[in-house]
């Protein structure tokens, strides 16, 4: 999977810590990581209103100006489902963290394993919270992950959804379409991809990570190109 993690703290040295922890724990766990750091509450407000994306939020609380538990707080207004993950050098916010559903606390120094831990945790969490899509297929309700999906591809009037598993349904293209999100990219009439399986885009084809190959139009190379860029 792909997580968009925010780091706000005002001490640079804890912030570039805390970063070299993250891109460690996210080679080890095989993400793809998108890494922005803030040395300010309101240096992070600036930016969220114009891109509320973020998965994880690792937050310092004593910040001049708006702290991190105030931060959580206007978070929580508009955002249940980004994991907040304070950073602190005290015990004295940890009922305030109760009030903004704080994943959980790390002291500082921050412990490699323990940030590990909370990571995975918050991953586990954002899994189960993943957009879906419902398939009805032999009878019965199947609910696919979107991040389980490489891509979709229609013959007549079959589609069929490949990933972990792969399932063909009666159903047009442009119908799966509409329940999918930024992630995904029609290519042509016929396919649609997951930018985050692709591996390699010549003039001719895409290569996903798990080997398969999806042709692809000459006029559709630089749309394509173009979409990666932006979503990545």
Known sequence: ????????????????????????????SGHLLKIEKYPSSEAFLFQYAEDKSYDILLLDIEMSGINGVELARKIRESNREVQIIFITGYMDYIIQGYDVEALHYLMKPVNEEKLYSVLDKAMERLKKQEKALLLLTDGEMVRIPLYEIEYISVDKNYTTIYGKNNYTIKRTLTDIESELDPRFYRVG??????????????????????????????????FLNRAMIKYF
Not at 193 to 211: A, D, H, M
Request: glycine share 4%; aromatic share 8%; with cysteine.
């Open 1 to 28: 999977m792909n997580f968009h993690i925010a780091i706000c703290d005002d001490e640079l040295s804890i912030v570039q810590h805390i970063e070299h922890l993250v891109e460690k724990w996210g080679k080890i």
């Open 189 to 222: 009439r016929s396919y649609i991809v997951n930018l985050q399986s692709i591996k390699k885009i010549t003039r001719r084809e895409v290569f996903l990570k798990s080997g398969e190959t999806i042709p692809l139009s000459r006029n559709h190379y630089e």
